[in-house]
T-cell receptor, first 118, second 111 residues
Framework: KAGVTQTPRYLIKTRGQQVTLSCSPI?????VSWYQQTPGQGLQFLFE???????NKGNFPGRFSGRQFSNSRSEMNVSTLELGDSALYLC?????????????????FGPGTRLTVL | GQQLNQSPQSMFIQEGEDVSMNCTSS?????WLWYKQDPGEGPVLLIA?????ELTSNGRLTAQFGITRKDSFLNISASIPSDVGIYFC???????????FGTGTRLKVLA
C-alpha cells in the first residue's frame, strides 16, 4: 500500500505571496490532519478533515486554510506569507472510523513540504 | 502552541546501551503514539497505545501507557547507530481528533 504523499517537497516563496500544498492520504483513509513543524515550536496541529469536513482546528490565524476533496485528498493554503511561516508542513492520514480503534487512531505521516519564505 | 513535556531533551549513548524516555501531560489521554523522525523526513509511527497500563513492543522498542493516563514511556534496548533520530510522543484525549505532540527527544548513538 502506498504511503502518504505530499507535493511539492520543497518550495520557496516571498513574503506576501500565497501557497497551496497538497496531500494524498493512504488509500482508504478518510481523515487527514495537517501540522506545522518548526525548531522553536515543534509539531503544531493546524486542522483535521474527515469526509470533506473540518472537524478540528488548531490555533493558527485565518491565513491558514484547508480543504478536503471527495477522494480524501487534501490541500492547505497559506495566504499573505510571512517569514515566520517557514517550516516543514506535514500531513498525516488515519483510517476509517470503523469501530476498530486501531484503524481510527493511528496516524501516518507523509514526508512533508519544506516551505521557505524569503 | 500546546506541547507535552518530553524528557530527556537529548541524549548521547553508547551502542548497545538501553534508552528510556518519557512523556507527561497535564490532561488525561486515551491514546498515546510514539514516532521517530529522521532529518528531512516525516515522523514514522513506532508504537500505538490505547489502554492505561498497556505495554506494547515493536522489536527492540517497548512502550507503556501510564496508569494515570497522563504519561507514557518508551524504551529502546541494545541501541544501534540507526536508532539516531528524534523521538516524539503524541497524545489524544476523548472528544477530540487533535493530537498534541511532545517536544521530542534527540538520540545520538556513539559507536
Amino acid at each position: 500500500k502506498a504511503g502518504v504523499t505530499q507535493t511539492p517537497r520543497y518550495l520557496i516563496k516571498t513574503r506576501g505571496q500565497q501557497v497551496t500544498l497538497s496531500c494524498s492520504p493512504i488509500s482508504g483513509h478518510r481523515s487527514v490532519s495537517w501540522y506545522q513543524q518548526t525548531p522553536g515550536q515543534g509539531l503544531q496541529f493546524l486542522f483535521e478533515y474527515f469526509s470533506e469536513t473540518q472537524r478540528n482546528k488548531g490555533n493558527f490565524p485565518g491565513r491558514f486554510s484547508g480543504r478536503q476533496f471527495s477522494n480524501s485528498r487534501s490541500e492547505m493554503n497559506v495566504s499573505t506569507l510571512e517569514l515566520g511561516d517557514s517550516a516543514l508542513y506535514l500531513c498525516a492520514s488515519s483510517g476509517l472510523t470503523s469501530g476498530d480503534v486501531k484503524l481510527y487512531n493511528e496516524q501516518f505521516f507523509g514526508p512533508g513540504t519544506r516551505l521557505t519564505v524569503l | 502552541g500546546q506541547q507535552l513535556n518530553q524528557s530527556p531533551q537529548s541524549m548521547f549513548i553508547q551502542e548497545g546501551e538501553d534508552v528510556s524516555m518519557n512523556c507527561t501531560s497535564s490532561s488525561i489521554f486515551n491514546t498515546w503514539l510514539w514516532y521517530k523522525q529522521d532529518p528531512g523526513e516525516g515522523p514514522v509511527l513506532l508504537i500505538a497505545l490505547y489502554k492505561a497500563g498497556e505495554l506494547t513492543s515493536n522489536g527492540r522498542l517497548t512502550a507503556q501507557f501510564g496508569i494515570t493516563r497522563k504519561d507514557s514511556f518508551l524504551n529502546i534496548s541494545a541501541s544501534i547507530p540507526s536508532d539516531v533520530g528524534i523521538y516524539f510522543c503524541a497524545g489524544r484525549g476523548s472528544g477530540t481528533y487533535k493530537y498534541i505532540f511532545g517536544t521530542g527527544t534527540r538520540l545520538k548513538v556513539l559507536a
